[in-house]
């Protein structure tokens, strides 16, 4: 006979801090030797394909001060748009490239930096193409459940229009909020988790 597991109950949710720089990033805080280098903090070698970008940005709260104890994690494709996951079915991802990468924001200006390379374009669950982009997910002291968004590359505007969730925003106002500014190589993406200019989180 199965056992009637109805009076479990959910066990309460918590945040991710005061100590998630400790535990996520040790190295970061000077907790030596746990990992040679902390997990997710280099995403490219010398053979990595493709064309190499910095990704940087702050995150701040909904009263516009920086949040200097968040962790950022990305997740993107290659250059020709292939995960290098298991679940990847269509091809082989860039053995060069780990397209996972994980950075805590700093203490003294709240500044996160990831060097990776730009994304190809990936398809959505019904075969239409997504504009090139990459996956952020943030937590902090204060955030019960990791928030998810998406960066998109300014430079793919025909793309970006054409991109089947960013259709999906109703305030198309916002959709800005999504896209990152480029200077050069760079492009910086602020994400503002409250307040003007919220960016945009995905229910995923």
């Given at each position: ?34 990992y ?56 082989t ?81 916002r ?24 960016t ?5």
């Amino acid at each position: 006979m199965v056992q009637q597991l109805d009076y479990l109950k959910e066990t309460p949710s918590q945040t991710a801090g005061p100590y998630v720089h400790i535990g996520l990033t040790p190295n970061f805080c000077a907790i030596n030797g746990v990992y040679e280098t902390d997990l997710g903090s280099v995403m490219t070698n010398d053979k990595t394909l493709g064309e190499r970008i910095t990704v940087t940005g702050r995150v701040f709260d909904g009263a516009g001060a920086l949040v200097r104890d968040a962790v950022v994690e990305i997740w993107q494709a290659d250059s020709v748009g292939l995960y290098n996951s298991p679940a990847e079915l269509r091809g082989t991802a860039d053995p060069n490239f780990s397209g996972w990468g994980r950075c805590p924001t700093r203490a003294d200006d709240g500044v996160f930096t990831f060097e990776t390379i730009k994304p190809g374009c990936v398809p959505y669950k019904d075969g239409r193409k997504m504009a090139p982009h990459i996956t952020f997910w943030i937590v902090a002291r204060g955030i019960n459940i990791g928030l998810h968004t998406r960066m998109y590359f300014p430079e793919e505007v025909e793309a970006n229009k054409a991109d089947p969730l960013l259709l999906r925003i109703e305030h198309r106002e916002r959709v800005d909020t999504l896209i990152a500014q480029r200077e050069g190589s760079t492009y910086t993406f602020d994400i503002r988790l409250q307040g003007d200019r919220e960016t945009v989180f995905l229910d995923i």
